[in-house]
């Protein structure tokens, strides 16, 4: 069934439209979890997936890759899909057998209908997923300006568990509204935690609590504590948007940089 481990193996879909960074972010995990010594890069023509002449050729993936890693005990496969529309009935049959996906998409709000098949397919499949916007470093606009633009074309609502720090035009980390912590991005290494800025913590305040009201759509406890000014334990919290996520009744949104190895 979707969203159950067959096997004590979880197997995971990144899907999207091509360019979105599918393979950048499948290296960037491979990375992440020691299964492979180096941060393997599509653009030079490092990566481990993609790795085929015609892929090579045309600088985007033309199979379906297949990635297998051990992260805290756990077991995970990836399967890279093709987000070229030539290539996308293997994709689909691929997706079908994953327990979770994972929607790459652009910070650009202009692409987001790019997104729109995979959303769709997932949506009828009945696959839990969340969306990963890649490339956060380039985004210039208001990550809620891509929820507004991306939620019109997903059944679920978008529940955005983060909020991005801006150090002039640039994003320079971000707020996990679940944990209550900020991170900022450091270049090869793994985020620093920090204190959330002053001038973000009204900002945080008014998020956290959407996400929250989000939530308590589909939890009386929740829906109770809210009303009472009772503040959720982070374990509630944090159970409450696993269970979304699982019974596809609500849309995480996390954001990052591939290539950087940020998220």
Request: hydrophobic content about 45%; charged content about 25%; overall charge negative.
């Amino acid at each position: 069934m979707p969203g159950t481990a067959a096997n004590g193996t979880r197997a995971i879909a990144l899907v999207g439209p091509a360019g979105a960074g599918k393979t950048s972010l499948a290296e960037a995990m491979l990375f992440a979890a020691g299964a492979t010594d180096r941060l393997g890069s599509t653009a030079n023509g490092s990566s481990i997936g993609d790795s085929s002449p015609e892929a090579r050729q045309r600088g985007g993936s033309t199979e379906v890759n297949l990635y297998n890693f051990k992260y805290l005990d756990d077991e995970y496969a990836l399967i890279d899909v093709p987000g070229s529309i030539g290539f996308a009935a293997d994709g689909a049959r691929a997706v079908a057998a994953a327990d979770l996906a994972i929607v790459v998409v652009d910070p650009d709000p202009a692409r987001a209908p790019l997104a729109a098949p995979a959303l769709r397919m997932l949506d009828e499949l009945g696959i839990p997923h969340l969306i990963y916007v890649n490339r956060i470093d380039q985004a210039h606009g208001r990550i809620r300006d891509l929820l507004t633009a991306l939620q019109p074309m997903s059944v679920s609502p978008l529940i955005a568990r983060q909020i991005p720090i801006w150090d002039g035009e640039k994003v320079s980390g971000f707020v996990d509204l679940a944990l209550e912590y900020a991170f900022k991005y450091r270049a090869g290494q793994e985020s620093e935690r920090i204190d959330i800025p002053a001038d973000l913590q009204s900002r945080e305040i008014e998020a956290r609590t959407h996400m929250l009201e989000q939530l308590a759509d589909h939890d009386d406890e929740l829906l109770e504590q809210l009303l009472m000014d009772e503040t959720p334990s982070r374990e509630k919290v944090l159970k409450d948007l696993a269970r979304e996520t699982g019974e596809n009744i609500g849309v995480s949104v996390l954001f990052g940089c591939a290539t950087s190895s940020w998220a």
